[in-house]
């Protein structure tokens, strides 16, 4: 894929560069993330990937050929890892095909928790 091989300079040009196909997805994608998020997180580009930071990486998003992957591995809350075990890839980063509805609610959750979980790592330092 396109936006895979040259570093985009952002999240807009990682979009543009994708499959059309994938565009409104993951524009979606980025406005739920966007809205699940505090005011105060960032969004980046890193491992030529979108990224949303608040005290480190909250989520990191990529388009494939059939899928869309999310990252990192969600941990800590046994009923949304129930809720994503279908989407579970190899070493539990998340593939949403393409070809299937994208369960926007379940990124949202997603994103909460690892917002909390951030928060909770940044007050303990």
Known sequence: MAA???KPASVD???????PEARAILRKLR??????APPETEETISYRMPAFVLHGVLV???????HIG???PIRGDAKLKAALA???GPKGNLKFPLAEPMPYSLVARIVKLRVQQNLNKAKKK
């Open 4 to 6: 895979a091989r040259v």
């Open 13 to 19: 040009q990682y979009i543009a560069a994708c499959p």
């Open 31 to 36: 406005s739920t993330i966007i809205r699940a």
């Open 60 to 66: 990191y998003f990529a388009a494939f050929k059939n």
């Open 70 to 72: 999310m990252f990192p």
């Open 86 to 88: 279908k989407y579970a």
